[in-house]
């Protein structure tokens, strides 16, 4: 079946590192890919999304490249700020025939020190 | 801007009584979703709702759960007789089309004990 695979947290980071969290998956047919956010006390927000091959996604500095020959959607950040700390999830939506659902990998909890 | 509402945020209830989550999507949208994450695991799906029908649902899914959309505009996960591994956050989800961005909601975070 569908799955995600995100690289395990926590991750601590000083303020301006650079960031990357893996996300590597397995599905069938052509999956729509996602980074979604959950600040603390807050619900699931999309952070940046792919729908095909070599497609990048970017919003608020991150960005994560849809590489189909390594089934990896990888995000990035040049400089992280104290506000990005948040858990990150990696999700698929398998296409077609999966009613949309998403599939999301376990999260990675990112904490940003001044 | 708007958003997804569930309630409660966070609701304890003791092993084998039943429980009503509740969410309320973003006014036009058409398809509503329920996942979970027990602490530390992944989100899981659990089901989808379109045409006040089930779509799908996962193996969790089982006779213990129900969804319900009563009045149009309030969506609903009933868990009878919860069991304690049933601890967990609950995600509420919509989206006005198919291949369009899912909204979330806060979660329900509950407590059987």
């Known amino acids: 079946g569908d799955s995600v695979t995100q690289m395990e947290g926590p991750v601590t980071l000083s303020e301006e590192a650079f960031l990357t969290i893996n996300c590597t998956y397995t599905?069938?047919?052509?999956?729509?890919l996602f980074w979604y956010v959950q600040y603390p006390g807050e619900g699931l927000q999309l952070l940046l999304k792919?729908?095909?091959?070599?497609d990048k996604g970017s919003n608020k500095g991150f960005e994560a490249t849809y590489r189909k020959e390594t089934t990896s959607f990888h995000l990035e950040k040049g400089s992280v700020q104290v506000s990005d700390s948040a858990v990150y999830f990696c999700a698929l939506m398998a296409l077609p025939g999966s009613n949309y659902k998403l599939t999301f990998g376990k999260g990675t909890l990112l904490t940003v020190n001044p | 801007e708007p958003e997804v509402t569930q309630t409660p945020s966070h609701q304890v209830t003791q092993m084998g009584q039943e429980v009503i989550l509740r969410c309320v999507p973003i006014?036009?949208?058409?398809?509503f979703y329920w996942y979970r994450q027990i602490l530390g695991q992944k989100v899981e799906f659990l089901v989808s709702f379109y045409n006040n029908e089930i779509s799908e649902k996962s193996e969790i899914f089982d006779d213990q759960f129900s969804v319900e959309r009563p009045d149009g505009s309030n969506f609903t996960l009933k868990i009878r007789s919860t069991k304690l591994e049933d601890s967990a956050m609950y995600f509420c989800?919509?989206?006005?089309?198919?291949?369009?961005?899912?909204?979330f909601g806060q979660g329900t975070r509950l407590t059987v004990v």
């Open positions: 006014s036009n949208h058409l398809y």
């Open positions: 599905a069938t047919g052509y999956p729509s």
């Open positions: 792919a729908t095909k091959a070599d």
């Open positions: 989800a919509s989206r006005p089309t198919v291949n369009t961005e899912a909204f």
